[in-house]
């Protein structure tokens, strides 16, 4: 699961890392103890400026989701040590994003109300 960058999308690119380290994280593709990439490891890799991944690391610390270490480099935190308020602000910052993009696509209020509600109706089946 690699992070994707949509040049065109207009959310800031240090957002789109910093959701995108996220996700592994919430997904369990880094969990709790492991190490990250490198600022600069994870820069070059995605062809960006070492400022903006420090940006998105620097946020994801200050939120409790991972963590520095001097010398030794920065690892996911213990997720039990994110507060609810700050979950929260992540999935405002994610829904924020999502609608951004679908209404710059012209998508109406209204139609994505109702195809948000088909999709809710569909994973409540699921679960």
């Given at each position: 699961m690699a992070i994707a960058i949509d040049w065109d999308s207009g959310?800031?690119?240090?957002l789109q890392v910093k959701q995108g380290l996220l996700r592994?994280?919430?997904?369990g593709v880094y969990k709790p103890g492991d190490q990250l990439p490198t600022v600069r490891q994870l820069a070059v890799e995605l062809?960006?400026?070492y400022n903006t991944v420090n940006r998105a690391y620097m946020e994801l610390e200050r939120e409790g989701f991972i963590v520095s270490r001097k010398g030794k480099g920065t690892?996911?935190?213990?997720?039990?040590?994110v507060n609810k308020q700050t979950e929260l602000n992540i999935v405002e910052e994610i829904i924020d994003a999502f609608l951004e993009k679908i209404i710059a696509a012209g998508v109406s209020p209204d139609a994505i109300i109702d195809l948000l509600q088909k999709r809710l109706k569909k994973i409540k089946t699921k679960i």
């Open positions: 959310i800031p690119l240090w592994q994280i919430l997904a062809s960006i400026n690892f996911v935190a213990e997720l039990g040590t």
